[in-house]
């Protein structure tokens, strides 16, 4: 059985950072791609960064690029998400998603198939 295990979430003043962390345990899953998404209060769920392992191409979104950055070892199934210049906008539950699906080699990272999710971690940015 594949799970992902976020952690790192927090209360943090605006301007502040955090670390947010992503393991995916299941003895034979290969991932394709791992991303970042968050949900804020009264929100849909949006996008925030990405990975694709093959080529090593990273996707951001608008809202996130140059503060944030993704990184990860791939052999380990892990990810992480560097929170720089936090901002009281910020605010969400974070999840960390996995794709499993060998098509993602060549996917954008931000389309990839996630079909494997985390149960979040709240991110609090006070101003």
């Known amino acids: 059985q594949v799970q992902l295990v976020e952690s790192g979430g927090g209360l943090v003043e605006a301007g502040g950072s955090l670390r947010l962390s992503c393991a995916v345990s299941?003895?034979?899953?290969?991932?394709?791609?791992m991303a970042w998404f968050r949900q804020a209060p009264g929100k849909e769920r949006e996008f925030v960064a990405a990975i694709r392992w093959s080529g090593g191409r990273i996707d951001y979104a608008d809202s996130v690029q140059g503060r944030f950055t993704i990184s990860g070892d791939n052999a380990k199934n892990t990810v992480y998400l560097q929170m720089n210049s936090l901002k009281p906008e910020d605010t969400a539950v974070y999840y960390c998603?996995?794709?499993?699906?060998?098509?993602?080699?060549?996917?954008?990272?931000?389309?990839?198939?996630?079909?494997?999710w985390g149960q979040g971690t709240q991110v609090t940015v006070s101003s």
């Open positions: 299941g003895p034979t899953f290969r991932s394709y791609a």
């Open positions: 998603a996995a794709s499993g699906d060998r098509r993602d080699r060549v996917s954008v990272p931000r389309f990839a198939r996630y079909n494997y």
